[in-house]
């Protein structure tokens, strides 16, 4: 008897529209409780962990950064709950299972960590990278787990030097929603867009750890929170009317991933977007659908919006739904009303892209451009209270004034500083609700 | 169509609740104890129509469980969008229109009659919800009942309908009020009027800008408007700062003054008793009808003489009327023929 986790949906939105108007916005807030009753005695869900970590030559520079990446290997492995089937991969220009040596994933216990950490102790750097080719041995190692929460880590200082980007391109479409990947940059050596691009493929995180000493805690971290996970290949599916077209699905707290593109289409009114796994948490997503026009008066349902389980092999599940609403009318003070909740993570999305694109503008010297993009961050990220991103950009430019967005570039910007903000410039702040 | 939640029920009719057999003169049912004397309607709770045909705007076969077609995404007909209420001694219908997309009007119907069968008080209550506040379909609604289930009392009691008339209107504001959410900047707001015909007395007692006309039949007798708006027009023009044409030419002519609701302050009811002096009807209305007919003499022109012996006839033709002239509103429009007489239900012969 398995039991799921109620999906909470609520809708903000202002439905009202004027005379004409076609498009209707709508944040939908998601919140997953836990799982109320378990579901074979022990405790959580099933989970398999895979962990990989870069070898390449350049971990040896600094010395440090090998050691710390052993270290926070085996601080991943010592989080792994009893039971759990995990794996480590070594990664260079080949992927090596480095534990268990007879292939496949193997249980969490005492003797297993034991082996594996001492499996860690034994890496050393030296090879490529390709990061493509370590995803794939994943790929294999969690091709038995289906029905269970399937989580990597990949660990990597520098880019993908040794496949192409089109072999990296269809490794990602490849493991398109078989895990979740929490992708990890140690130094300055990486590119932020090109693990960015593997995050969001495998609907994980992307962070940057500047200093390998941080690694132990970060690893700890993430693995806490895959093991907290309670349902896999959960997707959001969106009916909208006959002759309507998504203008687009945007996961938009907590950071911003257009999903657009990931739509798999169920018929030609219903289409699923990948949301992965979810543990006891709240997401917020940005719908935008464009309706045919009706009569002032009329009331359409211009989306419904359910979070489904799927992949179970029977039938899908319906963990949660809501409903988003278009009514024309023609008085001006209800169509005119500003939904605080869609201004705001249009804002937030905003943010994300004029600080990816003034960085963009800044590395190419086009200064003026760069100025006026990171000047326009500084407004939004002030205006709406998201503090880490304005303290991220004021790493980057100094700041005359932070309302109207007056800024001048530092003359003197650290690699750090510049690959911080790009890391989380995708990260939103929540919407203040007012008292 | 009928509202089904009508208890239809008279002397010696049988009892319309449990269908046992009643006795002229019976007060309550020997069976299951109903109030055989009694009958009330009226705005039915929110919900959508059964659609036997589809959908009525593409024709799709299937309505999901919200209402919505699951082809294009039109919501049907709700059972609010036309009320219709054809009892004895007083009749009702309330539209939609043409421009809204839900009906925020409600009314509330009463009729009591003695134990000889004769009708002996009508109640008829309007409420207008505020559509810029919240679930202003929930406040009218919760208004009308509360407020028609005082009057009823009262009439009944023999209690002076003066007082019971501002009983009624703190009931409905205190009905109003319980539904203010925890955000209550947009706190949910309507008007009110209500016409109690008891006797010789008509009592009526309002709050905004819903009205209630008296139309003589008698062509030499004067039609009047009862009521007295609490809107900002009426007030422009009490005070002589513009004309009556001036006012209502002005975008904020309709801006109400005094409403139900959390947020209205201090509620002061207007209440007027009057005592007609031959034949006609009491209009009980909100603006959806008299903004296209203010005029006494013109409703009278519309509805009369047909209003007295038919008034459910009357009421749909006065709601078609405000309809065909544009449909801008809400309507609802209740009519009262007085005397009080319990032949006009048009559904019998």
Known sequence: ???????????????????????????VTVTSGGVTESSGGGSGSAAAEVIIVDCSGSMDYPRGKMIAARQACAAAVDALRDGVAFAV?????????????????????????????????????????????????????????????????????????????????????????????????????????????????????????????????????????????????????????????????????????????????????????????????????HVCVEVKPAGVGDVMLAGRISLVLTGTGGEDVILGQGLAKATWTDDMVLSTRINPEVAHYTGQAELAGVIQEGLEARKSGDLDTATAKLGRAVALATKSGNTDTAELLSKVVDIDDPVTGTVRLKAKVSDVDTMTLDTRSTKTSRVRKSS | MTDESVVDSGPASGCPDCGAETLAGDRF?????????????????????????????????????????????????????????????????????????????????????????????????????????????????AAADAAADVLLVAARGGTDLEDATKDAVAAALAAVTALTGPDARNSPACTYVSAVVAGDDVTVGWVGDSRAYWLAADDQADSSCVTVD???????????????????????????????????????????????????????????????????????????????????????????????????????????PYPLTNSTRSTES
């Open chain 1, 89 to 285: 991969i070594a990664g260079t220009d080949q992927a090596r299972l480095v534990y268990p040596q007879q292939g496949g994933l193997v249980a969490a216990d005492v003797r297993t960590r034991a082996a594996a950490k001492s499996a860690i102790n034994g890496l050393k750097a030296g090879g490529g990278t390709a990061i493509g080719r370590w995803l794939n041995l994943a790929n294999q190692l969690f091709l038995p787990y289906q029905n269970t929460i399937r989580h990597a880590i990949l660990l990597t200082d520098g880019r993908n030097e040794h496949e192409s980007p089109a072999a990296l391109a269809a490794t990602l479409a490849e493991c398109d929603g078989k895990f979740v990947c929490d992708c990890r940059g140690v130094g300055t050596d990486w590119e932020v867009e090109e693990l960015r691009r593997v995050s969001t493929a495998l609907l994980g995180t992307v962070d940057i750890i500047a200093d390998p000493a941080g690694l132990e805690e970060d690893f700890r971290k993430m693995t806490d929170a895959a093991m907290s996970k309670a349902v896999a290949d959960v997707v959001l599916r969106l009916w909208t009317p006959q002759g309507a077209s998504v203008k687009f699905v945007k996961l938009v707290a907590p950071e911003v991933v257009d999903l657009t593109g990931r739509r798999m289409a169920k018929s030609a009114q219903v289409g699923d977007y990948p949301t992965g796994s979810w543990g006891e948490e709240s997401r917020d997503y």
């Open chain 2, 230 to 336: 609490d809107s900002w027009a009426q007030r422009m023009v009490e005070s002589g700062q513009l004309t009556e044409d001036q006012a209502f030419a002005d975008p904020r002519s309709h801006a109400l003054v005094a409403w139900l609701g959390a947020d209205a302050g201090v509620v002061t009811p207007h209440v007027r008793t009057i005592r007609p002096t031959g034949p006609g009807v009491v209009l009980v209305c909100s603006d959806g009808l008299w903004n296209y007919l203010p005029g006494a003499e013109e409703l009278t022109e519309a509805a009369l003489p047909k209003a007295v012996d038919a008034p459910f006839v009357a009421a749909a033709e006065l709601t078609a009327l405000a309809i065909d002239r544009g449909g801008h509103d809400n309507v609802t429009v209740v009519v009262v």
């Open chain 1, 1 to 27: 008897m398995s039991a799921h986790p109620n999906f909470r949906v609520d809708i903000y939105q202002n439905e009202y529209l004027h005379q004409g108007a076609t498009e209707v916005n709508a944040i």
């Open chain 2, 29 to 141: 049912c020997e069976n299951c104890g109903n109030d055989l004397l009694l009958v009330s309607a009226g705005t039915p709770d929110t919900g959508t129509m059964p659609a036997p045909r589809g959908c009525v705007a593409c024709g799709g076969p299937d309505i999901d469980q919200d209402g919505f077609c699951m082809q294009c995404g039109f919501a049907q007909p709700a059972v609010r969008d036309r009320v219709e209420l054809d009892l004895a001694g007083v009749a009702g219908v309330s539209d939609k229109g043409l421009r809204h997309h839900r009906n925020e009007d409600a009314m509330a119907l009463r009729v009591t009659a003695d134990p000889s069968g004769e009708l002996a008080h009508v109640v008829a209550v309007v409420c207008d919800g505020v559509s810029t506040s919240d679930r202003p379909d929930d406040a009218s609604k």
